[in-house]
Structure formats: C-alpha cells, structure tokens
C-alpha cells in the first residue's frame, strides 16, 4: 500500500496541484462563443490564453482577450489593430490605415460601411474581429478604446476541437 501511495497517489496529486496552480494564475481557458474571428477562430473553440502577457510587447495583430466594460465586463476575443498613440482610418471599402499605411489583413473577412478614424489615446488599444461582416467590435462601441488594464491576455493556443488543435495566429 505505501508503494501505490508514494508511486502514484502522490504523483498524480502533484500534478494536480501544479495544473490547478497553472490555470488559476498563468493560464485561463476560454471558449469562444460568436463568430467575430471567423475563419481564425470558429465558435466552439477552447483556447490557452496567457495571463502573464505584458501588454507593453504586444504588436498588432496579436489576438488578446480583454473585459468591455461597455459590455458589462464580457470577456472579449479581437485582434489587435491600434496601439497607444495611432491613428486609426476605416474606409467605406472596409481598408484599415494606421497613420496614413494601408494595413495587410489576410485574416479578414471583407467589409462595406461608414468611413470612419480613431484617435487611439495613451494607454489604450483599438480592436476588430476578423469577420468584420458580423464583428460587434470597436466600431461601434460608444467608447471604441480599451485601456490596458483590461487586457486579460493573448491568445496562445487552440486546443479543443482536436482537428484543428495548434497555434492561433
């Protein structure tokens, strides 16, 4: 009995704790449930996020999960699109300029609407989601920034369905 006890009782509960200690305080899961990200992420998929990201290094194009408070603190999936400082021009043929560049976005889906531009302030980001047909998504919020301090994370990995487990980019 003490054998079992020490080869496999105390092992497994080790790990246990440490997957708990992992969860708790450096990964969350998140599941995604509209198709804002379409065809990056589909509804239903789980994804790691990393809480110990430093939004300081993040570049655009990175996909981070945040709370809206518009949204009454929703966490939310969208890409990153502008940084502190920028300036943001949508155009009605769905085009994203940041500070007068025409940025490539292989990941979105195409997009007509009202031309529009944000001035991203100090400590803030600017977010869209990839399927800009349906993405509920800064620009239409009434406050279209989300300050740094609700940035949860970035979004590290898919690993739920197993057909399309990997990477997120």
Request: aromatic share 14%.
């Amino acid at each position: 009995m003490k054998y079992f006890f020490r080869e496999w009782v105390v092992p497994v509960a080790i790990a246990l704790i440490i997957v708990l200690f992992l969860n708790k305080f450096v990964f969350i899961l998140v599941t995604v449930p509209t198709g804002s990200m379409e065809d990056t992420i589909i509804p239903g998929d789980r994804l790691y996020v990393n809480e110990l990201f430093d939004i300081k290094e993040a570049k655009r194009g990175d996909i981070l999960v945040f709370k809206s408070e518009e949204l009454d603190n929703k966490r939310l999936v969208k890409r990153l699109i502008g940084l502190p400082g920028e300036t943001i021009e949508i155009t009605s043929d769905g085009n994203v300029y940041v500070n007068g560049e025409k940025l490539n976005e292989p990941y979105a889906v195409d997009w007509e609407g009202d031309a529009k531009t944000f001035n991203v302030p100090e400590n803030s980001y600017f977010f869209l989601g990839d399927n800009r047909p349906i993405s509920y998504d800064a620009r239409y919020w009434q406050n279209p920034y989300i300050n740094e301090s609700k940035i949860i994370g970035k979004v590290l990995f898919r690993f739920f369905p197993f057909n399309r487990m990997g990477k997120v980019e």
